[in-house]
């Protein structure tokens, strides 16, 4: 608290008593009062006046000290307008009060809207990086300190990000361009992509910050893009490679070899297989992208298992007698499971046509079914109890570190191979999407010299998940 000193006490204390003194001295120099009277009442009305200044002053005082609160400690008690007036400023007390009041207000306010900005930058889940004029971070927000790992702070931009681009158009922005948007790559063993957009404030903010930097993650989506221009760019190498040989035969059917009844029987047969390629490719491609139309719409019917593992087998006879194979069941009595009847039956046919393909010539194939009850570790990875559908080969089985990628569109450990038994690389990428669809699960165990199982573990008909977070 600021008092007033006793010098300027003595002062205003002067300048009040100067017009009575004066009065006095003039009764007395005109004999209307005599010099001891006129001592007696200046010292009274002295006394009295230095009370009420005295009084005044320490209601100044307390004015004095709510004032300097405002800058300060805005829950200081407000003073009390109606309880002590200040006998030479009647209104002050209560305008001070009311001034103090709406400060406090503003400043609660500004606490207010300051704390949402904070809790919005905190929330924020992208990368947010406030620089100041120097391309200096003033504050991150926790994104952006868990996307580069530690305090970012006082740290130079191009110690945490490096990208020559982006570092560029950081410097025009904090020269006067008004934002601007960088995609950039940030190495690292996993690299991510970054879209950044840059923005400048008006005018530096109090605590320097003069542009800000707000980062996109979009690896996901350019991973999605760069899937999407494989897929095209693989779907177009298989089709244009029959397609090349058809044209291929077509003019030589149609040139040399003319008149040559043998050589255009032979070609019509190859011309014949690379057609039905064609054929089989662009199924698989419709079923797929159909299938992957309604992945997120399960499918509403029930399926009996057993008898649509039989009935896919008889379609598949043919090739397996051509290597003289044998299809062994063993599918006793399981529940229906909750699919679409044309859907799973295209799951069986894939994991059985690749068992014929794959398979040792002569050797047998088991197609199993069998429960999987609740409380059993298959019901628990699926969330409910189902039915596990199992396609065993003895064929040569696959190296364990080709598993992770089999269900890729396209995807074969073998192409060659794959190529000359019919295969397109979509049967088994069709399998994971129905299964996806399926709400089912896909597992594969394929010992290299013993064969290969691969089991479909599918939801028994009307049974609800026990519990949804179990799913991976
Ligand atoms: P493809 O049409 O080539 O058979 P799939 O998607 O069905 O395509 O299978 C992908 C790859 O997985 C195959 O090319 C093959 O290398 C491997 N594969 C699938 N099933 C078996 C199996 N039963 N035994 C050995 N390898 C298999």
């Known amino acids: 608290m600021r008092a007033v000193s006793p010098v300027d006490a003595l002062i205003a204390f002067a300048f009040l008593a100067a017009p009575a003194v004066a009065v006095l001295v003039a009764l007395v120099i005109a004999g209307a009062l005599d010099w001891p009277a006129a001592l007696i009442a200046g010292l009274v009305i002295s006394f009295l006046m230095g009370l009420v200044l005295r009084w005044h002053l320490r209601r100044v005082a307390t004015l004095q000290q709510a004032i300097d609160a405002l800058g300060g400690d805005i829950e200081a008690p407000l003073p009390t307008a109606h309880a002590q007036r200040t006998p030479l400023c009647p209104g002050l007390d209560a305008a001070v009060a009311e001034m103090a009041r709406e400060r406090r207000r503003q400043r609660h306010a500004l606490q207010e809207t300051v704390a949402s900005g904070e809790a919005i930058l905190t929330a924020l889940p992208d990368p947010l990086l406030l620089l100041d004029e120097d391309g200096r971070i003033v504050r991150a927000n926790p994104a952006a300190m868990e996307a580069f790992e530690g305090p970012l702070a006082g740290r130079d931009l191009p110690s945490v990000l490096r990208n020559p681009a982006l570092l560029a158009a950081v410097d025009g922005v904090l020269q006067g361009d008004a934002g601007r948007v960088v995609e950039f790559t ?14 400048r404030l008006p005018a530096p903010a109090p605590d320097g910050t003069l542009a800000v930097l707000a980062l996109h993650d979009i690896t996901t989506s350019k991973r999605i893009e760069q899937m999407r221009a494989d897929f095209i760019a693989n779907a177009s190498h298989e089709l244009r490679t029959p397609l090349t040989s058809l044209l291929g035969f077509i003019e030589t059917l149609q040139g040399a070899a003319r008149e040559d009844t043998d050589a255009r029987d032979r070609f019509l047969g190859v011309m014949r297989e690379q057609a039905e390629r064609m054929s ?9 992208s159909r299938i992957e139309l309604h992945e997120h719409t399960p499918p509403r019917g029930s399926v009996d298992v057993s008898a649509l593992l039989h009935s896919v087998a008889r379609t598949l006879e043919p090739q397996a007698r051509e290597k003289n194979m044998t299809f062994v069941f063993d599918a006793p009595d399981v529940p229906a499971v909750a699919g679409d009847a044309d859907d799973l039956a295209q799951v069986f046919q894939n994991l059985i046509d690749n068992a014929v393909k794959y398979g040792r010539a002569g050797s047998e194939i088991r197609i199993a079914a069998r429960r999987a009850d609740a409380g059993s570790t298959l019901a628990r990875r699926l969330g409910r109890p189902g039915v596990a559908v199992s396609v065993a080969d003895r064929g040569e089985g696959i190296a364990r570190e080709y598993l992770p990628r089999l269900t890729e569109r396209f995807y074969r450990v073998d192409a060659a191979r794959s190529r000359k038994l019919g295969g397109t690389g979509l049967g088994l990428a ?43």
Request: no cysteine; glycine share 8%; aromatic share 4%.
């Open 430 to 472: 069709i399998v994971k999407h129905s299964l996806n669809r399926h709400r089912g699960l896909l597992d594969i165990d394929s010992p290299v010299g013993e064969g290969s199982v691969f089991t479909a573990i599918l939801p028994t008909a009307g049974e609800s998940r026990s519990d949804p977070s179990d799913k991976k």
């Open 186 to 199: 940030r190495p690292g063993p996993v690299a991510h992509h970054y879209s950044a957009r840059l923005a």
């Open 280 to 288: 089989r490719l662009v199924k698989d491609l419709l079923s797929l």
